[in-house]
């Protein structure tokens, strides 16, 4: 199977050390979905901008990413601020869990 697996992700802050590409298609629990999603927080403010998550869906999967990435930004943004933060992840986990074919686990 071709796999494409050569691109460093190098400028990401990969700190916590979850493989990105591997891990969103399989199963995950939600402290590992919070800890992939958080990876993208470029500007460190703890949030999920809608930027931010599209670049997420653009490392995992590079198919209709702005639709999944309003659709995402839609379920997962509760308040309605335009960020996704701490404790509106597991919404967006609920929605990636129906929507794009994640397994959460507990
Ligand atoms: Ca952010
Ligand atoms: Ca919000």
Known sequence: MPLQNSKPVGH??????IPLNQKLRGQMNAD????????????????ISKEELTNALRKADK????????RGMNHGDVNG??????????NLAA????????????
């Open 81 to 90: 601020d335009g960020f996704i933060d701490k404790d509106e992840i597991d």
């Open 63 to 70: 198919w209709f990413v702005p639709w999944k990435s309003f």
């Open 12 to 17: 990401l802050n990969n700190n916590q050390g």
């Open 95 to 106: 929605y990636a869990q129906k929507r794009w074919g994640i397994k959460i686990v507990k």
């Open 32 to 47: 590992e979905f919070k800890a992939w999603l958080m990876q993208f927080d470029r500007n460190g403010d703890q949030r």
